[in-house]
């Protein structure tokens, strides 16, 4: 059987990799923004 | 309701070409804003001086959050399966951020109660709910790397208190009057960015078509020893051994690990610094909470090289090793080796949340590993109510009884290397699970059980 699952085209594709890009951007953005303070704070053990 | 339409697993599957890297983004989305539970405490104070509740009474809406956190997992597991994770993440959505609503009406009220149902019940069935919803998703879009996308989400949930602590004290000074701490507005905040926030994630996550496998990766022949390719009932995974031995690993390294955790700012305290140095102390406690969470990924990542029983055994040898030693690095003086060996202690805390779902996974196949882990999860609230109890307790009799209060820890920790082999023994017993427990009924495309277990025909089976 030959696989007919329709491929995306490279307009899609390169919407499916902005879609991405913004995602990891979504969670990434307040995750390093939380990291930073965490961090901030460690160094403060050895002060 | 046709308006919800948008939250049926059948409009959740995902179009070709759809980026698999998009669902680690939708489970993070929810676990990053559930994982604030871990930061409530920064509420404490600003609650006791503005309505005058006491700290030990404020505690307890941290407590029965995590009570109903495992209750709702377990409840909600096998209706998850049914209705995908979209319309899971929503109702987790809608609960955790009502929770707060409740909460703040409890807050303008003076009503503790209400701030208990609120934020500890309704925000608990959030808790639950969200912490499984991307579970069995993230193992069906992984199937070559389950450790590494269960770790990723659940490393969230150790990160979320690292983005709402300074969040939440912002929104505090932002509102505080000379009235009032600003708590109550700090809710109502809080429940309007964590609802917008987890609504990327009920959007964004998709299920894979039937049959979808990442390109390029065939399910191997002989796959390792403890993992089978049948699958389990949640019902029925509860009448095996190996389901309670993995709870008993899980609650045993959760109690040993929440054991330390309240003891590790007194601890380098009183060890150490000798109480002068309270920012230091604070500072360490940042730092462990970054082991958690880096804990939580990368021991996860690795079980998908080394196996999860392996990987839980060596939580449970070099645990006993580094609990017993802690008390040496006191008398040794030495902060570096006292840091390091809390900083390892903590990532195997992290990294024991974070590997259950693949070992489940694992033991009792795919079907319905989100149902199983909520029902797993009932552990973690025995250790939550176990763990402070245990250690409090014996710190309380040793010091009643003459011991110095820097040497009371020692026992503590000698205590916990003993429940870490006991831990280890359960771990080790771990056997593949009896093929007379596999499903041999029909399983639907989208993966659920159409039928009970009829006996008969095992459907693929471990490969002892």
């Not at chain 2, 989305?29 to 405490?41: C, E, K, N, P």
């Not at chain 2, 919803?133 to 208190?161: C, E, H, N, Q, Y």
């Not at chain 2, 079907?367 to 763990?387: C, D, E, K, N």
């Not at chain 2, 006991?422 to 159409?450: M, Q, W």
């Amino acid at each position: 059987m030959p696989d007919v699952t329709p491929r995306p085209t490279d307009a899609e594709a390169s919407g499916e990799a902005a879609k991405l890009w913004l995602s990891w951007l979504w969670v990434g953005i307040p995750g390093l923004w939380g990291v930073y303070h965490v961090v901030v704070d460690a160094l403060k053990i050895f002060k | 309701m046709a308006m919800f339409s948008f939250l049926d697993r059948e409009r959740t599957i995902a179009h070709p070409g759809y980026n698999r890297w998009r669902i680690p983004t939708a489970a993070l989305a929810i676990h990053l804003a559930i994982g604030q539970a871990y930061a409530f405490s920064v509420f404490n104070l600003p609650l006791s001086k503005q309505e005058g509740w006491k700290l030990s009474t404020i505690g307890w809406v941290f407590s029965i959050a995590i009570v109903f956190l495992g209750v709702s997992a377990a409840l909600f597991g096998k209706w998850l399966e049914r209705v995908g994770p979209r319309r899971a993440m929503f109702a987790a959505a809608c609960c955790f951020s009502g929770g707060f609503l409740v909460g703040a009406l409890g807050i303008r009220t003076h009503s503790f109660p209400l701030l208990l149902a609120g934020y500890g019940v309704l925000g608990g069935f959030g808790l639950g709910i969200g912490y499984i919803s991307p579970v069995s998703t993230l193992i069906k879009w992984f199937p070559d790397r389950p450790g590494m996308a269960t770790g990723m989400a659940i490393m969230g949930f150790g990160g979320g208190a690292m983005i709402a602590s300074p969040l939440s004290v912002g929104l505090m000074n932002h509102f505080r009057t000379a009235t009032s701490q600003g708590v109550a507005p700090t809710f109502v905040s809080l429940a309007i960015l964590y609802f917008i926030f987890m609504m990327f994630g009920v959007f964004t996550v998709r299920l894979p078509r039937e049959g979808w496998q990442p390109a390029g990766w065939t399910a191997p022949l002989t796959p390792p020893k403890l993992v089978t390719t049948a699958n389990v009932e949640v019902n029925e995974a509860m009448r095996t051994p190996q389901f309670w031995l993995v709870w008993w690993v899980l609650c045993l390294n959760v109690t040993a690990g929440i054991g330390v955790i309240g003891q590790a700012s007194p601890m380098i305290q009183e060890i150490f610094f000798k109480g002068n140095r309270p920012a230091a102390a604070a500072g360490f406690v940042a730092l462990l909470s970054l082991a958690n969470m880096t804990g939580r990924f990368g021991w996860a990542s690795l079980s998908d090289v080394i196996g999860r029983k392996a990987t839980y055994t060596t939580f449970f040898v070099l645990g006993m090793a580094l609990y017993a030693f802690v008390p040496h690095t006191g008398q040794l003086q030495s902060v570096l080796l006292f840091v390091i060996a809390f900083v390892i202690i903590l990532s195997m805390y992290g990294g024991g949340f974070s590997t259950v779902p693949a070992y489940l996974k694992d033991l009792f196949g795919t079907m319905q590993v989100g149902a199983i882990h909520g029902r797993l999860l009932t552990a973690w609230s025995a250790a939550g109510i176990f763990g402070p109890v245990l250690v409090n307790y014996i710190r309380e009799y040793e010091i009643d009884h003459g011991v110095p209060k820097a040497d009371a820890y020692s026992v503590t920790m000698y205590l916990m290397a003993c429940l870490l082999l006991v831990g280890l023994i359960c771990n080790l017993l771990v056997r593949p699970v009896d093929p007379k427990h596999y499903f041999t009924g029909e399983i639907e495309p989208d993966g659920r059980s159409a039928h009970p277990p009829l006996g008969g025909a095992i459907p693929g089976g471990v490969n002892a």
